[in-house]
């Protein structure tokens, strides 16, 4: 893979519940030259289980909980950075080096204002502890085989500003992307494009320009920020969050066509739906309080939000083939992915498996989504419990455990009588 530049790029900028795989690839897909992922806190990405996901051909990176944090692919893999949320040099590298394989670039947070990150040592708050910031960005330049970039905003004065990204340029970094505003301002403030071109100025390194979104309304705009700022790359965030083809060449598209294009690849690659429908609702922006975005905003479910953009048929088309290609897989390979579950459909098109480990035990994974079901249908868990009584038997005892996978549920492991030598696993969505 060829070493990622950041000299005269349009680039996604790092957001929050935005800048998952979905929004990526398609503004790669719109013109941007790299995209960066949501911030990932370094605690929370130890403790992840890498996961390769062939039903998706992805790569994921999964709790304890079964939540994926960050799911990446070969489609990014060359533009896509990697940034993280630190405050520890040693952290930031373990992580690092988690993902250094799968990414292009690894990129370090030190302008979120948010108060998680200002308590947590992270964000703004390394801004006015700069021997902890060369400290990070040294360890990670020495210790990754990526590129190494960090995104701050600036300090109260000019020259306080300047004393930390010269402390940032020496650690080695391949470039510097700098919000325009300082740590108590907001998109409603003025960016200091002044600021940003002294940066780019005395700087030997290319600088990135964040905070202009109100003056980017289309690909255009991206040269004159550029000449505003004096910088070579610009970084879009509210501009792309609004719309992503912000990065076509052509000119923007319509709002409802690029929500259509964003839905499908959530289909493809199974994201959440809350991240997707708080996403499409971003992109409504000022359509939000219309009737119609209303109804976006009282969905319930995925294929509710399809339905608004006629795409159910888009849908039910992606989990036949996901689930053909899921009953084609072990079991043990189905338990890995957590996928060792079976809807309604599903279950009459194959018999479930029931697994008998060594000490007898025999396991039986069943997905229960309520959803699915009658509103009068019981839970697996109140058939148990009649069943246990009409055999006279004592109330179950409940195990909740942890198991990585890529979908979010939680599995209970029900444990009865040992002389039956049987053991009953319930997956419920969490």
């Not at 070493?3 to 929050?16: C, G």
Request: include cysteine.
């Amino acid at each position: 893979m060829s070493r990622l530049t950041y000299s005269n790029k349009a680039i996604l900028a790092p957001m929050v519940r935005i800048g998952t795989l979905p929004a990526r690839l398609l503004a790669l897909k719109y013109g941007a030259d790299i995209v960066y992922s949501e911030e990932l806190i370094d605690h929370k990405m130890l403790q992840c289980k890498k996961i390769v996901n062939p039903i998706l051909n992805t790569l994921d990176y999964v709790a304890p909980d079964g939540k994926c944090i960050f799911r990446t692919c070969g489609a990014e893999r060359e533009r896509v950075v990697f940034q993280m949320g630190t405050s520890d040099a040693e952290r930031a590298l373990k992580t690092a080096k988690m993902v250094e394989d799968y990414v292009a670039g690894i990129d370090v947070n030190m302008g979120c204002p948010k108060e998680f990150s200002i308590k947590g040592g992270m964000g703004a708050s390394l801004l006015k502890q700069p021997q902890k910031v060369k400290e990070i960005l040294s360890t990670l330049v020495c210790g990754v085989s990526r590129p190494v970039t960090c995104k701050i905003r600036i300090l109260p004065t000019l020259e306080k500003t300047l004393e930390l990204v010269k402390i940032i340029e020496s650690t080695g970094v391949a470039a510097l992307a700098v919000h325009g505003r300082e740590q108590d301002e907001r998109s409603h403030h003025p960016c200091h494009y002044d600021v940003i071109r002294e940066i780019a100025r005395v700087l030997f390194i290319p600088v990135i320009a964040n905070g202009g979104s109100g003056d980017v309304k289309s690909y255009s705009d991206i040269a004159k920020l550029k000449q505003l700022t004096g910088c070579t790359s610009v970084m879009l965030a509210r501009a792309a969050q609004w719309n992503l083809s912000i990065f076509r060449k052509e000119g923007p598209l319509p709002v409802s066509e690029v929500v259509k294009e964003y839905l499908k690849v959530a289909v493809d690659y199974d994201n959440p739906f809350p991240n997707t429908k708080y996403c499409v609702a971003q992109m409504l922006y000022d359509q939000v309080d219309t009737p119609f975005g209303r109804k976006v905003l009282g969905t319930t479910s995925m294929r509710e939000l399809c339905n608004i953009w006629e795409l159910v048929p888009y849908l039910d088309e992606v989990e036949a083939q996901r689930s053909k290609f899921i009953d084609g897989l072990s079991l043990n390979d189905q338990k890995e992915l957590g996928v060792a579950s079976f809807g309604p459909t599903a279950s009459k098109r194959r018999k479930m498996e029931v697994e008998t480990t060594e000490d007898g035990t025999m396991e039986l994974f069943v997905q229960f989504v309520k959803r699915e079901y009658q509103q009068w249908v019981t839970s697996p868990k109140s058939v148990l419990l009649e069943w246990l009584r009409t055999q006279s038997l004592p109330p179950p005892v409940y195990d909740t455990v942890g198991h990585f996978k890529c979908y979010p549920k939680l599995l209970c492991i029900v444990h009865i009588h040992r002389w039956k030598g049987a053991k009953i696993v319930c997956s419920n969505q969490q």
